[in-house]
T-cell receptor, first 116, second 113 residues
Framework: DTGVSQNPRHKITKRGQNVTFRCDPI?????LYWYRQTLGQGPEFLTY????????KSRLLSDRFSAERPKGSFSTLEIQRTEQGDSAMYLC??????????????FGPGTRLLVL | GDSVTQMEGPVTLSEEAFLTINCTYT??????LFWYVQYPGEGLQLLLK?????DKGSNKGFEATYRKETTSFHLEKGSVQVSDSAVYFC????????????FGKGITLSVRP
C-alpha cells in the first residue's frame, strides 16, 4: 500500500495560465474525491468519482475546473484561466465503496497552488 | 446543508495536560463522524470515527463519543504529548452513495514540553 500520491506538490503560475494536477489513489480504491483547502479553513468538497464516472460536482467548482478519471485509476484536475482566488491546497482522497457507513477516506499530501 | 463547528483555536497545553476539543454538527440525515489530524508537513490522517449514536471512537489515546442528543463529537485525551502537536479537524459524512466529507475549520494544538 503506497498510499495516495499527488503531483506536483507545489505549483506557481501566473494568472490566466492553465494548470493540471494528478492524483494516484490507493490501487484497490474505486472512489476518488477532490477537495480544496484554503488557509485557516477545513477542506471543502469539489468533486467525486466512482470508478471512471464523475457522480457529483460542488457548486464551488466553476466552469474553469474540470476533472477526469480515465479508466477508473488516476485522476486529473485542470484549472483553466487561473485566478488569484484559486490559490489553495488541492487535496485528493480515495476510499473503497461499501454499503457500510463511515468508510474512511485516505488523503494524499496535496498540491499547493499559488497564482501570481 | 450539513455543517461542522469546531471551537476556536489555537490551543496550547503543557505535556501531560488533559485535552478537550469541542465539535458540534448539523446534518439532515444520520451522519458518520470523524476526527482527522494533520501533523506538520504531512497529509490528513484519519484519527478515529464513529458511525452511530453512543459509539465511541478511539485511537492513540484519543477518544470521542457520538452524542446524537447534543449533536456533538468532542475529542478528548487524558495526557497529551509534544508529538500530539498538530491540526485537528472534525468532519461528517452523510449516509448514501456519495459519502463526501464536510469538515470543520480545524484547530491547532501545540503541546509544550
Amino acid at each position: 500500500d503506497t498510499g495516495v500520491s499527488q503531483n506536483p506538490r507545489h505549483k506557481i503560475t501566473k494568472r490566466g495560465q492553465n494548470v493540471t494536477f494528478r492524483c494516484d489513489p490507493i490501487s484497490e480504491h474505486n472512489r476518488l474525491y477532490w477537495y480544496r483547502q484554503t488557509l485557516g479553513q477545513g477542506p471543502e468538497f469539489l468533486t467525486y468519482f466512482q470508478n471512471e464516472a464523475q457522480l457529483e460536482k460542488s457548486r464551488l467548482l466553476s466552469d474553469r475546473f474540470s476533472a477526469e478519471r480515465p479508466k477508473g485509476s488516476f485522476s486529473t484536475l485542470e484549472i483553466q484561466r487561473t485566478e488569484q482566488g484559486d490559490s489553495a491546497m488541492y487535496l485528493c482522497a480515495s476510499s473503497l465503496s461499501s454499503g457500510l457507513a463511515g468508510v474512511a477516506q485516505y488523503f494524499g499530501p496535496g498540491t499547493r497552488l499559488l497564482v501570481l | 446543508g450539513d455543517s461542522v463547528t469546531q471551537m476556536e483555536g489555537p490551543v496550547t497545553l503543557s505535556e501531560e495536560a488533559f485535552l478537550t476539543i469541542n465539535c458540534t454538527y448539523t446534518a439532515t440525515g444520520y451522519p458518520s463522524l470523524f476526527w482527522y489530524v494533520q501533523y506538520p508537513g504531512e497529509g490528513l490522517q484519519l484519527l478515529l470515527k464513529a458511525t452511530k449514536a453512543d459509539d465511541k471512537g478511539s485511537n492513540k489515546g484519543f477518544e470521542a463519543t457520538y452524542r446524537k442528543e447534543t449533536t456533538s463529537f468532542h475529542l478528548e485525551k487524558g495526557s497529551v504529548q509534544v508529538s500530539d502537536s498538530a491540526v485537528y479537524f472534525c468532519a461528517l459524512s452523510e449516509s448514501g452513495a456519495n459519502s463526501k466529507l464536510t469538515f470543520g475549520k480545524g484547530i491547532t494544538l501545540s503541546v509544550r514540553p
